[in-house]
Each structure stands twice: as C-alpha cells, then as structure tokens.
C-alpha cells in the first residue's frame, strides 16, 4: 500500500491543477453507499450471559473510532455536526482500504447517485484490497445505506478533460487532488463511475438524513467481483466486467 500522498508531492506530468476543476452545486435526495456487514441467521452474542454481551459491547468500543469520538477520548478533524448519525461519524472516523481516490487515512465517506453506482464503486474499492491481499474466492454482504447529499463539489466527470482520474494504474493525480481539497476543507469531489455519479465526500456537513435501503452480496471469484445478489428481491445479476 502507498503512504499518503502529499499534494506538493505530486510533480509528475498526470498531477492535476486544483483550481483547474470546476464545481457544480449537487442536490441527491437519495445518495446511498454499500457498508460492509455480517447478516448471520442467527444472534452469536444470544448465547452469552448479559454480563458478558455488556463486557464484549465496552471491548469493542474502546477501539471503535465512532465510539472513542462519542465518548471524547479521540476527536475526529472535522467538525461534526450535532445530531450526525453515528455512521457518518464511523465513516470518518474509519478509513476504508486505500483506492483510486483516497491514500491510506483519508477521513472521507463515499456516496453514488444510484445504487448501481454505489455498487460499481465498493466493487472498486473492496475489489482492490481482496486482489491486493490475494484473498480466495469469498461471498461478501453489505448492507446499502440512503443519505441526502448537498454541496459543493469539484467535478472530474469529464473523463476526456481529466483522463489521470480514470487510469488503473495512476493513482498519484487522483489521490492528490483530493488531499488537496481536503486540506482546502471544501465539500468533496464527484467523479464518473461506470453506473452513475459518486462522491469523495471530505465535509460531514453535506450529509443529511439517512436510513437502510436494502442488503446486497458481491460474490468475489478471486480476482473480481461478478455477480451482486439482491437481498430485497432475492436474486443474483452479473455485474459488468
């Protein structure tokens, strides 16, 4: 995995100018991400005596992000707003494994117009990290979460103007654009996937509302996620290679 890239850092012909993108003022009332999540049939923890539910509960906290920023033990960077649902706070307090948009700490939450999008896009991300530790093949649930998105964002969607966003093997431009707006503290970045619009979303303060739309499963073959099987209507469909 690379380090965090430092914007001043990037001098490579691919970096990208901050100040070239433009940005577009974006409205999503339905904005969804895939969570990863364990749906077992049964509750492992009903075998336990409520002493040692409540124990295990306080383990998990004292190294749950969301949890020690609750308490105040570890304030996140950014500013919270009162009343922020407690997985947007998990969302920026846990980072996801390094990909295209984001090196390794990024404090950002990942968000997709559709819930295609926000399909393409952890297949992006969770794909990456499986290929980069050689995982066997595997079934992986997440559960689908609804937001409502409003601000600012710099705009790559345009692939022939910004094609450094869109290489497999570029990571650099990418990842330092967004540092780059991280630490300017704007709202984020929209960029194309291949089902629809997401967002690198780095201020909490766009995201409002939110909710659980569904449950879905990627089944992973060992080097890509295929197929997505869909827990609400209860069927499997071939993801696009």
């Not at 004292?62 to 649902?85: C, D, I």
């Not at 869109?166 to 991280?182: H, I, M, R, T």
Request: contains cysteine; negative net charge.
């Amino acid at each position: 995995m690379k380090p965090k890239i430092q914007i001043s850092e990037a001098e490579m012909p691919s970096a990208i100018e901050p100040r070239s993108v433009p940005k577009t003022m974006i409205h999503w009332p339905s904005a969804f991400r895939l969570k990863p999540a364990k749906l077992p049939a049964t509750q492992p923890l009903a075998i336990l005596e409520p002493e040692g539910v409540e124990s295990l509960i306080s383990l998990k906290d004292m190294t749950s992000p969301s949890a020690r920023h609750r308490e105040k033990s570890v304030l996140l960077q950014h500013n919270m707003p009162v009343g922020v649902s407690e997985t947007v706070v998990s969302a920026f307090a846990t980072s996801v494994p390094e990909w295209r948009f984001a090196a390794r700490g990024t404090a950002h939450m990942v968000l997709a117009s559709s819930i295609a999008a926000a399909i393409s896009v952890a297949s992006e991300i969770y794909g990456q990290f499986l290929r980069d530790t050689n995982q066997p093949t595997s079934c992986l649930s997440f559960s689908v979460e609804r937001f409502c998105l409003t601000g600012n964002f710099a705009d790559v969607c345009e692939r022939e103007t910004f094609p450094s966003c869109y290489e497999d093997q570029n990571k650099e431009a990418p990842q330092g654009l967004v540092n780059a707006f991280s630490i300017a503290g704007e709202d984020g970045l929209i960029f194309e996937s291949s089902a629809g619009q997401a967002a690198i979303v780095l201020n909490p303060q766009a995201i409002t509302r939110g909710g659980l739309e569904r449950a879905v499963a990627l089944e992973w073959s060992g080097s890509q996620f295929h197929r997505a099987f869909d827990y609400r209507d209860m069927y499997w469909r071939d993801l696009a290679s």
